[in-house]
């Protein structure tokens, strides 16, 4: 019982810290919206593909411009 309580303590305190480091990123909404925009693109690739809606050129694009707001992403939390 004692081992519960203090593994749900300690979640409390890392989701707290956690919160408490995201927010003070100054490039918290970039990071976010790069990450979203990646996740979507992925996302409708992965469709067209599935319905046969797109060539293997259109696809490979798509894909390099997830890529690079992924390295958009990883760039502004290097400059933390």
């Known amino acids: ?3 519960l309580i203090e593994k749900n303590i300690l979640e409390n305190q ?7 480091k ?3 990123y100054k490039f918290k909404n970039k990071v976010t919206d ?4 990646a996740t979507d ?5 992965g469709r067209m593909i599935t ?8 696809a ?6 997830a ?3 992924l390295e958009s992403a990883k760039y502004y939390i290097d400059r933390e």
């Open 51 to 58: 319905e046969g809606k797109t060539d293997v050129n259109s």
């Open 14 to 20: 890392n989701i707290k810290t956690r919160s408490y």
């Open 60 to 65: 490979i694009d798509n894909l390099r411009r």
């Open 41 to 45: 693109i992925v996302k409708q690739v």
């Open 22 to 24: 995201m927010a003070q």
């Open 67 to 69: 890529v690079k707001k």
């Open 1 to 3: 019982m004692c081992t």
């Open 34 to 37: 790069d990450l979203q925009d």
